[in-house]
């Protein structure tokens, strides 16, 4: 199937395409991006609930720079860390990239995006920088909503620092008498 047969239509997201034509094509995509192919994923969560469901737009922004936006959002299953039961969770992820590296270094707008990286055939692995983006947006510390959570005490005490008993005023004082 071609891309512009595919674009539009709802379904599977291709798995690499080449980001540049698309750009200048202005070439949309949404559909799903079957959990099996977010092993990665997988791996840093309790559980996927289900397909990532994904949208992304190739274009130009106003100063001409091919880009492509995306989300994509995916239910997953974590553990909480308060109470360590799962939790469901949908997790969600916005992205923006330049679709050529070199193209942005022409504009000077390095500083505005960063360039999606493609392999030797010149194609981007979508699916690749999917994960990515959704492994970044999981939580820090995974928790309950507290209304949730079996653990309704929140006191968390992460390595208490115990203040060593008041030293005397300066405390380079000691040093005074070095240097006598
Ligand atoms: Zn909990």
Redesign the pocket.
């Known amino acids: 199937m071609t891309d512009e047969a595919n674009a539009g239509a709802a379904g599977l997201i291709p798995e690499k395409l080449d980001p540049v034509r698309c750009a200048e094509k202005r070439l949309e995509y949404s559909g799903t991006v079957k959990r099996q192919f977010l092993t990665r994923l997988a791996d840093m969560t309790e559980s996927l609930e289900g397909d990532a469901e994904v949208s992304i737009s190739f274009g130009r922004d106003p100063s001409g720079v091919f880009i492509m936006k995306g989300r994509a959002s995916v239910p997953v299953s974590l553990v909480?860390?308060?109470?360590?039961?799962p939790?469901s969770y949908s997790l969600q992820a916005d992205f923006a990239y330049a679709c050529s590296a070199r193209q942005l270094k022409e504009l000077g707008a390095e500083d505005i995006y960063d360039a999606v990286e493609l392999d030797e055939f010149g194609d981007l692995s979508l699916y690749g920088i999917i994960e990515d983006e959704l492994i970044l947006a999981l939580p820090m510390v995974p928790?309950?909503d507290i209304s949730?959570?079996?653990?309704k005490d929140d006191i968390q005490v992460f390595g208490e620092v115990k203040e060593d008993a008041p030293s005397e005023g300066n405390p380079f004082a000691g040093l005074g008498k070095l240097f006598k």
Do not use: A, I, L
Not at 80 to 85: A, D, L, S, T
Not at 148 to 151: A, D, K, L, M
């Open positions: 909480c860390e308060r109470c360590g039961e939790f928790k309950h949730e959570c079996s653990v």
